[in-house]
């Protein structure tokens, strides 16, 4: 969560910790008071009572948290339970900005070592921040153990400079660049090291052009004070109205003044999103040379990305014009990516080896960039490159591992998994109150708490202790606990955890009335849920294959099955059979495409099919491949991507005959016929 603004005043709340501790009775105090804690009674009052104050913290229920403050302490009954450190986070949280130090040390006194502990102390170094209380933030940041905030880091460089002196500038430049709208940590730390003089207006402007770049413009208005008057008015106007300013700069020319050149770039930037080929039709004119050479590179990498993002048949060829302008300019990691992704639709192999070669450290050691750049060294003649780069990935369970084995001519196969361990190695991972607690919390469909608690024990662990986690989880049907355990293996894999296959009787049942194959529904499921069968999502999608209730009722009516009512949507055969079937109405409207039927499960029908039609590379054939990579939202590509390397794996664990990824993906072009209407499915 991030905070904005400064808190001048800090008003003590006395008793404050008790008064946020019975926020975990919330809506329970009449449960616990109605049952006595024993026997199988006990156990669904203690449940009931957990779940009563998760759906508190939640749903921010305001009269729960009214009813909470004014109720004695916990019962000790879940006042020394095995979720008490949870229970006592969901009460503490919703007050955070009212909390004192003296409540954040009770807190850690009573669940030292804990993952809620550690949760919490990033809310509160966050906090601390906002607050800029940098005593505390000192004393309490050496114990951060996750140290996965950037925000949290930002404020420390923040500190250091202010408090030590230190000049943290390149640091937190670096840092602040990773953050697409900079967050509330990094920013607050730029406004202090720019008063400071830390940071200078010139790296000041390529941080706003960034901002607009990222999608972020108006964070840009932020910072318009640091900057000469008028600032915040051109910037405003440059979001608002880039046409005017760029009008103005044609009639009159370039201006040689340092911030109107600034707001014409920011106002070009702006254009190049809305309309790339107006952009380049200015770039090819003399209007803009007073810009220089690297502005101008500047706006038209900009402009070709949102051409590739768009799928415009023309994304290349102005990466390349973009190129041409200044030879010295790089593209930033992300311009970068589309720059490759445009290469591909055209099949510009040269421009593909170059994209690599532009790409730092970092960012060329991605299996992207190392699988496609393999393909083009091979294309180019240079199979050896090829050769080694394709070795190097090569892998049965990962997406481009898979596809890099397929293109060394083998077939995906698996190893053979790990004996099971001995009971005594999985019973001492049993006794781990960690994971205790998060099969707990996963036991009672706390889904993401679960998750977080069950990584944060597991951290730094041993191989074979990770192998026994999965065992655990695996036996007490936490398929998901158990999947990402198995995901942090990094020897032997034991194929049947990571790759889990419950509720078969239900998919194969599915897979006989719908035509659609098992391992296609198992890679489905294994993406959308991870086989927690109860699962909600936060836009309201139920059960092991998501669905929402309106596609599940449209899809229950179409397929005759009349005795179909809500509550019986999470329910698994209903779920798998309901998924399943749009499932195969999705794959026959795309003609068998298992790569077009993923991405409209995930972005719904109307998405693929206009990028089907858009993705027009001309007269050649494109691979499946690069229509996957080059699906403009990155959530349903990475889904497409991982959805079909599942399904690979699941095919070889079902023994069927098993299709290759690239034949999962197949082939489009070279002129697609559009699909058939699509108006009829949801």
Same mark, same amino acid.
């Given at each position: 969560?991030?905070?904005?603004?400064?808190?001048?005043?800090?008003? =003590?709340?006395? @008793? +404050?910790?008790?008064? &946020?501790? !019975?926020?975990? *009775?919330?809506?329970?105090? %009449?449960?616990? #008071? /109605?049952?006595?804690?024993?026997?199988?009674?006990?156990?669904?009052?203690?449940?009931?009572?957990?779940?009563?104050?998760?759906?508190?913290?939640?749903?921010?229920?305001?009269?729960?948290?009214?009813?909470?403050?004014?109720?004695?302490? =916990?019962?000790? @009954? +879940?006042?020394?339970? &095995?979720? !008490?450190?949870? *229970?006592?986070?969901?009460? %503490?949280?919703? #007050? /955070?900005?009212?909390?004192?130090?003296?409540?954040?040390?009770?807190?850690?006194?009573?669940?030292?070592?804990?993952?809620?502990?550690?949760?919490?102390?990033?809310?509160?170094?966050?906090?601390?921040?906002?607050?800029?209380?940098?005593?505390?933030?000192?004393?309490?940041?050496?114990?951060?153990?996750?140290?996965?905030?950037?925000?949290?880091?930002?404020?420390?460089?923040?500190?250091?400079?202010?408090?030590?002196?230190?000049?943290?500038?390149?640091?937190?430049?670096?840092?602040?660049?990773?953050?697409?709208?900079?967050?509330?940590?990094?920013?607050?730390?730029?406004?202090?090291?720019?008063?400071?003089?830390?940071?200078?207006?010139?790296?000041?402007?390529?941080?706003?052009?960034?901002?607009?770049?990222?999608?972020?413009?108006?964070?840009?208005?932020?910072?318009?004070?640091?900057?000469?008057?008028?600032?915040?008015?051109?910037?405003?106007?440059?979001?608002?109205?880039?046409?005017?300013?760029?009008?103005?700069?044609?009639?009159?020319?370039?201006?040689?003044?340092?911030?109107?050149?600034?707001?014409?770039?920011?106002?070009?930037?702006?254009?190049?999103?809305?309309?790339?080929?107006?952009?380049?039709?200015?770039?090819?004119?003399?209007?803009?040379?007073?810009?220089?050479?690297?502005?101008?590179?500047?706006?038209?990498?900009?402009?070709?990305?949102?051409?590739?993002?768009?799928?415009?048949?023309?994304?290349?060829?102005?990466?390349?014009?973009?190129?041409?302008?200044?030879?010295?300019?790089?593209?930033?990691?992300?311009?970068?990516?589309?720059?490759?992704?445009?290469?591909?639709?055209?099949?510009?192999?040269?421009?593909?080896?170059?994209?690599?070669?532009?790409?730092?450290?970092?960012?060329?050691?991605?299996?992207?960039?190392?699988?496609?750049?393999?393909?083009?060294?091979?294309?180019?003649?240079?199979?050896?490159?090829?050769?080694?780069?394709?070795?190097?990935?090569?892998?049965?369970?990962?997406?481009?591992?898979?596809?890099?084995?397929?293109?060394?001519?083998?077939?995906?196969?698996?190893?053979?998994?790990?004996?099971?361990?001995?009971?005594?190695?999985?019973?001492?991972?049993?006794?781990?109150?960690?994971?205790?607690?998060?099969?707990?919390?996963?036991?009672?469909?706390?889904?993401?708490?679960?998750?977080?608690?069950?990584?944060?024990?597991?951290?730094?662990?041993?191989?074979?202790?990770?192998?026994?986690?999965?065992?655990?989880?695996?036996?007490?049907?936490?398929?998901?606990?158990?999947?990402?355990?198995?995901?942090?293996?990094?020897?032997?894999?034991?194929?049947?955890?990571?790759?889990?296959?419950?509720?078969?009787?239900?998919?194969?049942?599915?897979?006989?009335?719908?035509?659609?194959?098992?391992?296609?529904?198992?890679?489905?499921?294994?993406?959308?849920?991870?086989?927690?069968?109860?699962?909600?999502?936060?836009?309201?999608?139920?059960?092991?294959?998501?669905?929402?209730?309106?596609?599940?009722?449209?899809?229950?009516?179409?397929?005759?099955?009349?005795?179909?009512?809500?509550?019986?949507?999470?329910?698994?055969?209903?779920?798998?059979?309901?998924?399943?079937?749009?499932?195969?109405?999705?794959?026959?409207?795309?003609?068998?495409?298992?790569?077009?039927?993923?991405?409209?499960?995930?972005?719904?029908?109307?998405?693929?099919?206009?990028?089907?039609?858009?993705?027009?590379?001309?007269?050649?054939?494109?691979?499946?491949?690069?229509?996957?990579?080059?699906?403009?939202?990155?959530?349903?590509?990475?889904?497409?991507?991982?959805?079909?390397?599942?399904?690979?794996?699941?095919?070889?664990?079902?023994?069927?005959?098993?299709?290759?990824?690239?034949?999962?993906?197949?082939?489009?072009?070279?002129?697609?016929?559009?699909?058939?209407?699509?108006?009829?499915?949801?």
């Amino acid at each position: 969560m991030q905070f904005v603004g400064s808190l001048k005043h800090i008003v =003590p709340v006395h @008793a +404050l910790g008790a008064r &946020l501790r !019975a926020l975990v *009775l919330v809506s329970i105090t %009449v449960l616990l #008071a /109605l049952a006595p804690f024993v026997g199988a009674r006990a156990d669904e009052t203690r449940d009931a009572a957990i779940l009563a104050a998760w759906n508190a913290y939640v749903h921010r229920d305001p009269q729960a948290i009214a009813r909470g403050q004014d109720t004695a302490a =916990p019962d000790p @009954a +879940l006042r020394s339970d &095995l979720l !008490a450190p949870w *229970l006592d986070y969901w009460a %503490v949280k919703p #007050a /955070l900005t009212r909390m004192t130090q003296a409540d954040f040390d009770d807190f850690a006194h009573r669940h030292p070592g804990t993952y809620a502990l550690d949760r919490l102390r990033d809310d509160w170094l966050l906090e601390l921040g906002r607050r800029q209380d940098w005593s505390d933030f000192a004393r309490i940041l050496p114990r951060f153990r996750m140290r996965d905030d950037p925000q949290v880091m930002c404020y420390d460089l923040q500190r250091r400079a202010e408090v030590n002196g230190e000049d943290t500038s390149a640091d937190l430049l670096a840092l602040w660049a990773t953050q697409p709208g900079g967050g509330a940590g990094c920013n607050a730390a730029a406004r202090s090291l720019l008063a400071e003089g830390r940071i200078d207006e010139a790296q000041l402007w390529s941080r706003l052009r960034a901002f607009f770049r990222s999608g972020h413009p108006k964070v840009a208005l932020q910072f318009a004070p640091a900057l000469a008057p008028g600032a915040w008015r051109g910037i405003a106007a440059a979001i608002d109205d880039p046409d005017t300013l760029v009008r103005t700069a044609r009639r009159d020319g370039v201006s040689a003044e340092g911030m109107q050149r600034e707001l014409l770039v920011l106002a070009l930037l702006r254009q190049g999103q809305q309309s790339p080929d107006g952009v380049f039709a200015l770039l090819a004119s003399d209007t803009l040379r007073g810009l220089g050479a690297r502005n101008r590179a500047d706006i038209a990498f900009n402009a070709a990305r949102s051409a590739a993002v768009g799928l415009e048949p023309n994304a290349d060829a102005w990466f390349r014009r973009a190129a041409s302008l200044d030879s010295r300019y790089r593209p930033d990691p992300l311009t970068l990516d589309w720059m490759l992704r445009a290469a591909l639709r055209a099949q510009d192999w040269r421009q593909v080896r170059r994209a690599a070669a532009w790409a730092d450290g970092n960012q060329a050691q991605q299996p992207m960039w190392i699988y496609w750049r393999a393909i083009a060294e091979r294309e180019l003649g240079s199979r050896h490159v090829a050769h080694r780069l394709l070795k190097d990935i090569a892998s049965p369970w990962t997406y481009y591992g898979q596809l890099a084995t397929e293109a060394l001519g083998q077939q995906v196969a698996l190893p053979a998994a790990p004996d099971p361990l001995p009971a005594r190695v999985v019973d001492a991972m049993a006794g781990q109150p960690g994971l205790a607690r998060a099969l707990d919390l996963f036991r009672l469909g706390i889904y993401g708490p679960a998750v977080r608690e069950w990584n944060f024990t597991l951290a730094g662990r041993s191989e074979r202790s990770i192998h026994a986690a999965a065992q655990l989880a695996c036996a007490q049907q936490a398929w998901m606990l158990c999947i990402s355990a198995s995901e942090h293996t990094r020897g032997p894999v034991d194929w049947s955890q990571r790759y889990a296959m419950p509720y078969q009787n239900a998919v194969a049942s599915a897979a006989r009335t719908t035509g659609v194959s098992e391992a296609f529904i198992y890679g489905i499921i294994r993406q959308e849920s991870r086989f927690a069968a109860q699962i909600q999502s936060w836009a309201g999608a139920n059960g092991l294959m998501q669905l929402m209730p309106a596609t599940a009722h449209w899809v229950a009516h179409k397929i005759g099955m009349d005795d179909y009512t809500r509550d019986r949507i999470t329910d698994t055969g209903t779920n798998v059979t309901l998924g399943a079937s749009y499932l195969g109405m999705l794959l026959q409207r795309f003609g068998g495409s298992e790569a077009m039927a993923a991405a409209g499960y995930n972005a719904g029908p109307g998405r693929p099919a206009r990028w089907w039609q858009q993705d027009d590379a001309g007269s050649r054939a494109m691979a499946g491949a690069i229509f996957a990579e080059n699906i403009p939202i990155a959530e349903t590509r990475n889904y497409v991507q991982r959805v079909l390397a599942n399904a690979t794996v699941y095919a070889i664990r079902l023994g069927g005959t098993t299709r290759s990824l690239e034949s999962r993906l197949g082939q489009f072009g070279p002129e697609p016929s559009p699909p058939p209407s699509l108006a009829s499915l949801p």
